[in-house]
């Protein structure tokens, strides 16, 4: 990185991390209608930041739902572009009493910043636009052509981004997109994802009598809708954890013999993991597999909780007429999507219990994916995250999807980098989300990095 950019952060330390507090201030949780206009005040705090960064024909575009945000800087003819993403919506704080400090009032402890979306994803998303910033005040220029876009509906699936990204391929057309979303591998250790399992999640919904009815008189004649699911669901996976969904392994490709070596040099403890980011009393899943290929390059089922009957305080003799589950199946590269909702279906009704109806409804179906490790924009990345924190970068899978990163894979054609910096404790989704500052710093330089090597 060149040293008027460094000292350019150095200097703006404050100022970056003032930005940031105000950003993670904005309550932008997406699935909440009450939140409609927390969503708008977040879409125009991007859209001002972008602007006061120096990008150009910066633009919140409308869509069905959330806003996006677009906005570029193409003024380095010959060079490569790069579309950056992120995301501005983050998930409800709830519960909200197991916060040590409010979820929306960022809060500095131990060297981290605690804040609902502070590593997922305002703080990774921000440090592009600093990145942008640092090298435009310093150098005048870009060294390469930018977009942004930036979306407000990732964790309610994403279908505003998806319809315009495959509507507007000629206006995002790039040579590489750049997502920080995802974390080193450990502290320190420069990490780029090059695998992401898919999704299919599905409400899977019981029917039994034509109402509640009173246990006393029709216990022992009536169908109970939350016993035909519970039956349904513990039938999805064995005693061991293999999935029993006909079919559903076939299309799943083993990891490369040299990829699963280069895991084993990963700095990987099972009791760590257990103890400090699981924290049961025993893991869990497929037998036959490591924990690391388990998680990455294994499909996994899950339920994700279960709706139906009574479960106030008290006692309510009813025999339930509806219950709910809704359920996930994360997929890996090769696995066909559309195949496996079938399978699912199939499974459902050829398990579903004497005297229960059942009906799936499909919310989402995104396929995991593959990025050629090999890439120009891959290895330079790799070798700026390398120089940057001064030690070799590694790459790893990600048990999580990102379908944006599948989306631009069809309908522009390019790959991505997933160049993340959170920490695999930052507990995204949970209480007590954090980031590291040191780490937001630190990605501005990397990114920054990334854009003069790759531009060079």
């Given at each position: 990185?060149?040293?008027?950019a460094?000292?350019?952060v ?8 003032g ?28 859209a ?13 575009v ?5 806003p996006l945000?677009?906005?570029d ?5 010959g ?33 981290n910043?605690?804040?609902?979306g ?45 319809k315009?990204v495959a ?6 057309k ?12 450990a502290?320190?250790?420069?990490t ?32 109970n809708?939350?016993?035909?699911l519970?039956e349904?669901?513990?039938k999805?996976?064995?005693?061991e954890?293999a999935?029993?969904?006909?079919g559903?392994y ?6 490369a ?19 400090k980011?699981?924290?049961s009393?025993r893991?869990?899943g ?5 924990v690391?290929?388990?998680?990455w ?11 139906g ?18 359920v996930?199946?994360?997929?890996v ?18 398990n ?56 631009f894979?069809n ?19 949970s ?5 590291r500052l ?18 060079a």
């Amino acid at each position: 990185m060149s040293k008027a950019a460094s000292a350019y952060v150095d200097g703006n330390r404050e100022r970056f991390f003032g930005e940031l507090d105000a950003f993670l201030r904005i309550p932008s949780i997406s699935t909440l209608p009450e939140h409609q206009g927390d969503i708008e005040r977040a879409s125009e705090f991007v859209a001002g930041s972008l602007r006061a960064a120096g990008m150009e024909h910066v633009e919140i575009v409308a869509t069905a739902k959330h806003p996006l945000i677009y906005a570029d800087w193409l003024h380095a003819p010959g060079k490569p572009t790069v579309l950056c993403y992120g995301h501005y919506d983050v998930q409800p704080p709830d519960p909200i009493e197991l916060w040590k400090s409010p979820p929306f009032e960022p809060t500095l402890r131990d060297g981290n910043i605690y804040a609902r979306g502070s590593a997922d994803d305002k703080g990774q998303m921000y440090m592009h636009v600093k990145a942008v910033e640092t090298l435009l005040a310093v150098h005048g220029k870009l060294p390469v052509n930018v977009k942004f876009l930036v979306e407000g509906e990732e964790e309610v699936g994403g279908a505003s981004i998806a319809k315009y990204v495959a509507e507007n391929a000629e206006k995002l057309k790039a040579d590489v997109a750049l997502v920080s979303d995802t974390a080193l591998y450990a502290e320190g250790i420069p990490t780029l994802c090059i695998g992401l399992r898919g999704l299919v999640y599905v409400e899977v919904e019981a029917s039994g009598p034509m109402r509640d009815l009173h246990s006393g008189l029709y216990g022992g004649a009536a169908p109970n809708a939350v016993f035909g699911l519970v039956e349904i669901l513990a039938k999805l996976k064995n005693a061991e954890g293999a999935i029993q969904i006909p079919g559903v392994y076939d299309d799943v490709a083993p990891p490369a013999a040299a990829e699963k070596s280069s895991w084993e040099s990963l700095p990987f403890s099972e009791a760590a993991f257990l103890e400090k980011e699981v924290g049961s009393t025993r893991l869990t899943g497929e037998p036959g597999y490591g924990v690391l290929e388990r998680i990455w390059a294994r499909p996994a089922l899950e339920v994700h909780g279960i709706a139906g009957g009574f479960t106030g305080a008290g006692a309510k003799t009813v025999i339930p007429a509806k219950a709910t589950a809704k359920v996930s199946i994360r997929l890996v590269p090769n696995q066909d999507a559309d195949r496996v909702v079938a399978a699912f279906r199939a499974f459902v009704a050829a398990n579903t219990p004497a005297g229960i109806r059942t009906e799936v409804r499909v919310l989402s179906a995104s396929p995991g994916l593959m990025v050629n490790p090999d890439h120009p924009a891959i290895r330079v990345a790799a070798a700026a995250f390398a120089e940057i924190l001064e030690r070799p970068t590694v790459f790893v899978r990600s048990g999580g999807s990102i379908p944006i990163v599948g989306d631009f894979a069809n309908h522009l054609g390019i790959p991505t980098v997933l160049m993340g910096f959170g920490l695999p404790d930052d507990g995204l989704h949970s209480p007590n989300e954090k980031y590291r500052l040191e780490n937001y710093y630190q990605g501005i330089r990397t990114i920054a990095h990334f854009l003069e090597q790759y531009g060079a």
